[in-house]
């Protein structure tokens, strides 16, 4: 009787226990071949980030000034796993807001299977900062990390999550923002860094002022003195604690759904 059950005790054990292992290895893999760097709350490969302060764009066929394609999610379903330490009003408040995201974009929050080996890993947080996420879908345990829970740091850190980088952060952000360096703090500068990515917007023509990623012309100032202002209009722009339309129709634009009118 032992041995007619060997070969299903074996079975079941790579099925169970080694594939899952492995696949969990060659993500860790992958997570430890690249070189990561957290630009502010976006956690993002460090060869995608462009200091303008030193770098030169002279060279447009240079490998860091190529735009990089972000992995977005599969059928737009973000599987998820909720740490223990969220209570049950925080986890209802994230499936809500998650919800309205899928709005016009066919995108969904369901929770992790078993067999599922890429998934969200959402959790609270104390660290000095209202929300972190890596960019994209990076594979594996990918954790979300939220401090400030309300509507507008958890629809942030999730657009993200789903590929979509700040505003302020495109290669193109000059034409449309004058910033101010030296009312920056050096410990924030780096979130006024450009990052190589793939943008929607960047072939539509049209810079976001009310996106949910852009910061409010006075983030990070050192000296209570404007860091950024609009080159059209010289004023400045305040923080939006919503999703714009160009929101709605990035996500559309990259996960498909109903088109916003």
Request: hydrophobic share 35%; charged share 25%; with cysteine.
């Amino acid at each position: 009787m032992k041995f007619k059950f060997r070969p299903i005790l074996i079975f079941f054990t790579f099925v169970f226990v080694l594939r899952p292992l492995q696949a969990q290895l060659q993500t860790q893999d992958y997570l430890e071949q690249k070189d990561w760097i957290q630009i502010g709350d976006m956690i993002v490969e460090r060869d995608w980030v462009i200091n303008p302060e030193h770098d030169s764009a002279e060279d447009e066929f240079s490998s860091q000034y190529v735009l990089k394609k972000v992995r977005p999610w599969i059928d737009g379903i973000l599987r998820f796993q909720f740490s223990n330490n969220l209570n049950k009003a925080e986890r209802q408040e994230f499936l809500n807001y998650c919800a309205e995201m899928g709005e016009f974009a066919d995108i969904q929050c369901l929770p992790k299977r078993q067999q599922d080996k890429d998934f969200l890993y959402i959790e609270k947080t104390n660290e000095n900062i209202c929300g972190s996420s890596y960019l994209g879908r990076v594979g594996g345990k990918q954790p979300l990390k939220i401090r400030c829970w309300r509507r507008r740091t958890i629809q942030h850190e999730l657009m993200h999550a789903l590929g979509v980088s700040h505003e302020h952060n495109r290669m193109d952000r000059d034409d449309y923002i004058t910033i101010i360096w030296e009312n920056l703090d050096d410990k924030i500068r780096s979130q006024y860094y450009k990052i190589s990515v793939d943008q929607v917007a960047l072939y539509l023509n049209y810079y976001d002022f009310d996106s949910i990623l852009h910061y409010d012309s006075y983030s990070g100032s050192k000296n209570g003195q404007i860091v950024f202002y609009r080159k059209d209009s010289k004023k400045p722009v305040k923080q939006s604690n919503s999703m714009s339309f160009g929101d709605h129709y990035t996500l559309y634009a990259l996960y498909g759904g109903t088109r916003p009118e």
